[in-house]
């Protein structure tokens, strides 16, 4: 996937379109808890200023209904930016286009930030509107996506706008965030050094089939933990007990076993519980004496110890989904010990595919310990299961 990039261009002076993901969380007085998505955005950000661009910034925030909604405006993202960036004038715009808000854009001077208000508080957005999209793309004279987590969408602002940029003459590119992520899980898929081996959780069989179905020809090993783990345990004829098991997954939970050559690792033993509860009565059991009362929260030592073994040469690997349930400290043991067994890894890249698996690695304290950790958990996961990202497609080609 070869992508034009910002090194491709000369943003001097110009006024860029740069798509964000903004999408922070807020407290009840309407104050950011979280700014990792903002810092995430601020090199790209920082390189085009360092170049005198004037930059128009955009982004979605929550799940406002097409029109505006004032707990979903992005005010709270503006001064938190203004306070990163001090050196820089950051305005926010009551729209999202209109003649206000062009002549606001056709203003900004070099080293300026002009955020415009919540995308989706315009219902052209979700519905990728060409006449919302060529609205956004008269403010700018150049499009940098730097929103991995939401270039999985067809968005307007992900596929219409940069279309009517180009269309304009306007160069396309990819952020250094986006560039990044195309990099490591790119070449993780397509070009692994290997032993390659991922590492597949989550509860359900059924949200990971396209994923698992994409890497199993692949991969050189493939290990199964989590609630999707009990599905193919029951496939195999294991009673699971009070466990959470798809049943209309059965077959398809078959299917893959029998095609996976070997490749594929289910637990050995668990942690069963007498309830989804952290402070429930538990125990270490074997997969094949699950008790009837009881439901499967976490995979067990041996089942670690096993994927250690397998984990402990290998080159490349990706991990999607957690092991066990590990908001909950008791069922979060499994999860852990791979999350440090990964950091310890010396000579192999290790990607942390987004999602529960970030939150994971981070409450592990173990982010900068590791290769990559993506900034997009669906849209990891739609590259992992070798679909197209509109938002990555529509870029120009390098």
Known sequence: M?????????PTGKRVLVRVDFNVPLDKELSITDDIRIQAALPTLRYLLEKDARLIVMSHLGRPKGAPERKYSMAPVAGRLQALLPWHRVQLANDIIGPEVQALADNLQPGDILLLENLRFHPGEQKGDPAFAAAIAALGEAYVNDAFGTSHRADASMEA????VRAKGGPVVAGLLVEKEIAYLGNAVLNPRRPFVAILGGAKVSDKIAVINNLLDKVDALLIGGGMANTFLA?????????????????TARSILAKASGR????VDVVAATAFDANAEAAVVSVDAVPADRMVLDVG????????????????VVWNGPLGVFEMPRFAEGTFAIAHTLAGLADATTIIGGGDSAAAISAAGLEDKVTHVSTGGGASL?????????????????
């Open 235 to 251: 496939a195999q004829g294991k009673e699971m007990g009070k466990s959470l098991v798809e049943a209309d997954a059965l077959d």
């Open 264 to 267: 594929l690792h289910l637990p």
């Open 301 to 316: 030592p041996a089942t670690v110890a096993a994927y250690q073994r397998v984990l402990e040469n290998a080159k490349t």
């Open 161 to 164: 706008v940069p279309q009517a």
């Open 382 to 398: 739609t590259f992992l299961e070798g679909q197209a990202l509109p938002g990555i497609e529509v870029l120009d080609e390098a």
């Open 2 to 10: 070869n992508k034009k990039t910002l090194n491709d261009f000369d």
